[in-house]
C-alpha cells in the first residue's frame, strides 16, 4: 500500500488544479489533489466512489471512459459532477491512462465552468446515483458489448465506412477506411473530414463543403449516390470512388450522415485503357480505311513510268545520291524543273529505305486550297470547322511510321510552314479542334521547282523551315541536259503507253530520234511520255509519228499545255534574269531592262526584290 502511495503521490506531483486518479475496476478514488477536494468539498475523497460524483447523462461517462481506454486520452465538457452537497459542477474533463504498479489507472484533471444549473441537475443525479454500483457496471457492459459488436461488422466490411456528425466532425470509421485513405482514426477522429479527404475536385478546383453531396445528406436529409468522385490520401494522391451518403437520425433529430464508400481506382484505369484502346482501334481502323483510298487513287493514277531510266552522268550521279540517303532517316529536299521526275526520285528513296513497309504518303500543296491545307495536313476532328462532318486523319498522322512527301512545299502558307516544322521537330501533331497530341515519327521528303533561297528572301519560305529539309539536296537534271537518256526513255514510255492502249509498237526512225533529243523539252519528261502517247495514238503505218514544237524557237513554249502558278513563275524569274543580264545589270533608261520588258523601272525593282533575284543571279 505504501508502494501505491508513493506512486499516486509521484502521479499528482506535476498536477494541476482539481486532479484525482481513479481504480476503474473498483470505481474508486485512489488519489486527489486539495484542489478537487475544494471543488467537491470532501476532505475525504480518497477511497471514495468516485461514480457517486457524477451529476447527470451517466452514460456519457461511460462512452467517455471507454473512448478515453481506446484513445489514451480525450476530454469533454458533457459531464456534470457533483460535490458533496450534491450541487452540479459544469465541468471540463481531461483524461487519460496511466500504468502504476502493473495496473491501469484513469487520471482526471476536472476543471469548473460554471456554478449555476446545478439545482436543476440535482434530481437527475440523485436517479443515476440510487441506481448504485450494480446499474453503473450493467450499463458498461452494455456499452463494452455494442461497441465491440459494432466494430467487428464495421472492420468486416470490404467498403470503406464513415459517419460524420450535423458538424461535419468525424464520429468514427472501419478499418478498410483507413487502409484506403492512409489516415488513422486519431486522424479524423472529432475532425472536419471534408477538409481533409474531399477538399479538391481532381482538376485543382476547390470542392467547397455547401457543393458536396454528404453534407447535403445530414443538412437537407438526402440519400446521396456519386458514381465517380475522388478522396485524398493522406499522402496527397487522389483514389477514385463511388459512394453512398445516408442521413442518420437519433429519433426524430437529424444527428449526422454515413458514407460508405469503394474505390474504383483500378476499375476506372482498366475502363480508361479499354476505352484509349477502343479509340487507337477506331483510329487505326480510319487510318487504314485513309491508306486504302490512299493506295487505290495512287494505283489509279496514270503514269509515265515506273523506274529511272537512263544512262547519262547525270542519272548515274543521282542515282548513287538516291543509294547514299536512302538508308538513313535524313530529310531531303528534291529540286528541278516540272516534269524532271521528282517524285519518282522520291518514290525511289522510300522503298529503298527501313520505312518501305509502310506506303509512302504524298501530298500537294498547291492542289488544296489555302482554307483546307491546314486540315489536310494536320487531320480534324469533327466539329472543328463548318463541313467537318467526322474525324480525319491528316497526312501527317497516315505517314506515321513512314515517309511524307510533300511536293512543291513552297505552295503551303507560311503559317502553316511553321506549324508543320514544330510537329516534326517535336515528334507529335493535333488535329485541328483538338488539344490531345498523337505520337509522331515521320521522315519528310520535299520537292519544288522554285529557287528556295529566293523564297526564302522573298518571304514564302521560312528560313528555319529551309534549313530543316536541305539537310540532303537532291536535285533532278532537266532532259535538255540529258539528251543520251532519250532513247531508252522512248523506248520505255512507249512500251508501257502500247500495252495499256493494246497496240502493236511502231518503230522509232533514227530521223524520228534525232527530232526528239534536238528539242529542248520545256516539259521535260512529263512533255515527252505526252508527246510519245500522242504518236502512238496517231501512228498507223508502223512507224511512229510524233509532232513537236520547232526547237529552233527556244523562247515559245508548248501553250497547249497547262502550267501552274509555279511554272509561271519560274519562267518569269529565268525571263527576268535574261533581260538582266542582256542590260548589262542597269534598271533603268534606254537600254535597262525595264526598257526591255516593257514595263516601268519602279516595277521592276518592285520585281527584283519580290522575287528575291539577286545581282549574282545575272553577273
Excluded at 160 to 185: C, H, P, S
Aim: hydrophobic share 40%; proline share 4%; aromatic share 6%.
Amino acid at each position: 500500500m505504501k508502494d501505491s502511495a508513493a506512486s499516486y503521490d509521484s502521479a499528482l506531483a506535476g498536477a494541476f488544479g482539481a486532479t484525482v486518479i481513479i481504480d476503474p475496476a473498483t470505481d474508486r478514488i485512489c488519489a486527489a489533489t486539495r484542489d478537487a477536494e475544494h471543488l467537491f468539498e470532501d476532505n475525504g475523497l480518497v477511497g471514495s466512489v468516485f461514480s457517486t460524483r457524477i451529476a447527470s447523462n451517466f452514460a456519457a461517462f461511460v462512452v467517455f471512459v471507454d473512448e478515453v481506454c481506446h484513445r489514451g486520452a480525450a476530454w469533454t465538457r458533457e459531464l456534470t459532477l457533483q460535490n458533496s452537497q450534491h450541487q452540479p459542477l459544469n465541468c471540463e474533463i481531461n483524461a487519460r491512462i496511466l500504468t502504476l504498479d502493473g495496473a491501469d489507472v484513469l487520471l482526471l484533471n476536472i476543471v469548473d465552468l460554471q456554478a449555476f444549473e446545478r439545482r436543476a441537475e440535482q434530481s437527475d443525479a440523485a436517479r443515476i446515483y440510487s441506481g448504485g454500483l450494480v446499474e453503473w457496471q450493467r450499463a458498461q457492459a452494455f456499452f463494452s458489448d455494442l461497441e465491440r459488436e459494432n466494430q467487428l461488422i464495421l472492420n468486416a466490411a470490404g467498403e470503406g465506412i464513415y459517419g460524420v456528425n450535423a458538424d461535419g466532425k468525424t464520429t468514427f470509421l472501419n478499418r478498410a477506411a483507413q487502409e484506403m485513405l492512409g489516415w488513422t482514426a486519431e486522424d479524423l477522429l472529432g475532425r472536419d473530414i471534408h477538409s481533409m479527404i474531399h477538399h479538391h475536385h481532381l482538376n485543382g478546383e476547390t470542392y467547397p463543403s455547401h457543393d458536396c453531396p454528404i453534407y447535403q445528406s445530414f443538412r437537407y436529409e438526402q440519400v446521396n449516390r456519386i458514381e465517380d468522385e475522388v478522396f485524398w490520401r493522406k499522402d496527397g494522391k487522389p483514389i477514385r470512388v463511388e459512394y453512398v451518403s445516408t442521413p442518420i437520425y437519433d429519433g426524430p433529430v437529424l444527428v449526422g450522415a454515413v458514407v460508405i464508400f469503394r474505390d474504383i481506382t483500378e476499375r476506372w484505369e482498366n475502363e480508361r485503357k479499354l476505352r484509349d484502346a477502343m479509340d487507337e482501334v477506331a483510329a487505326l481502323r480510319d487510318q487504314l480505311m485513309q491508306e486504302n483510298a490512299y493506295l487505290q487513287e495512287a494505283i489509279n493514277i496514270e503514269r509515265a513510268h515506273h523506274d529511272i531510266i537512263g544512262h547519262s552522268p547525270q542519272i548515274r550521279y543521282l542515282i548513287s545520291q538516291i543509294e547514299l540517303v536512302s538508308r538513313t532517316d535524313a530529310n531531303v529536299l528534291i529540286t528541278g524543273e516540272s516534269g524532271t521526275g521528282k517524285s519518282l526520285v522520291a518514290t525511289a528513296i522510300h522503298n529503298d529505305s527501313s520505312r518501305s513497309r509502310r506506303p509512302p504518303i504524298h501530298f500537294r500543296g498547291g492542289a488544296v486550297s489555302a482554307e483546307m491545307i491546314e486540315s489536310e495536313l494536320f487531320g480534324h476532328v469533327r466539329g472543328a470547322f463548318s463541313g467537318a462532318l467526322k474525324d480525319k486523319p491528316g497526312k501527317l498522322e497516315l505517314a506515321h511510321g513512314g515517309t511524307l512527301y510533300v511536293d512543291e512545299i513552297a505552295d503551303i502558307p507560311i503559317e502553316q510552314q511553321a506549324k508543320l516544322l514544330d510537329a516534326l521537330q517535336n515528334g507529335a501533331v493535333a488535329r485541328m479542334g483538338d488539344d490531345r497530341m498523337r505520337a509522331l515519327d515521320v521522315r519528310l521528303i520535299a520537292s519544288t521547282s522554285r529557287n528556295l533561297e529566293r523564297e526564302v528572301q522573298a518571304g514564302r519560305i521560312r528560313q528555319d523551315l529551309f534549313l530543316y529539309l536541305n539537310v540532303f539536296p537532291i536535285h533532278c537534271p532537266p532532259l535538255r541536259e540529258r539528251p543520251q537518256d532519250i532513247p531508252p526513255l522512248v523506248a520505255h514510255l512507249l512500251r508501257l503507253v502500247c500495252k495499256r492502249l493494246g497496240r502493236r509498237q511502231p518503230i522509232v526512225t533514227e530521223g524520228i530520234m534525232r527530232k526528239l533529243q534536238s528539242y529542248d523539252w520545256p516539259g521535260n519528261v512529263r512533255e515527252l511520255a505526252n508527246v510519245i502517247e500522242r504518236g502512238a495514238i496517231v501512228s498507223q503505218s508502223g512507224k511512229l509519228i510524233i509532232d513537236i514544237n520547232n526547237p529552233a524557237a527556244p523562247a515559245v513554249r508548248n501553250t497547249s499545255a497547262l502550267l501552274t502558278e509555279a511554272d509561271i513563275e519560274q519562267i518569269r524569274i529565268a525571263n527576268t534574269i535574261a533581260c538582266m543580264k542582256e542590260a548589262g545589270g542597269r534598271v533603268s533608261g534606254k537600254d535597262g531592262a525595264a526598257s526591255l520588258l516593257d514595263i516601268r523601272p519602279t516595277t521592276l525593282y518592285s520585281r527584283l526584290q519580290k522575287l528575291g533575284i539577286r545581282s549574282e543571279d545575272w553577273s
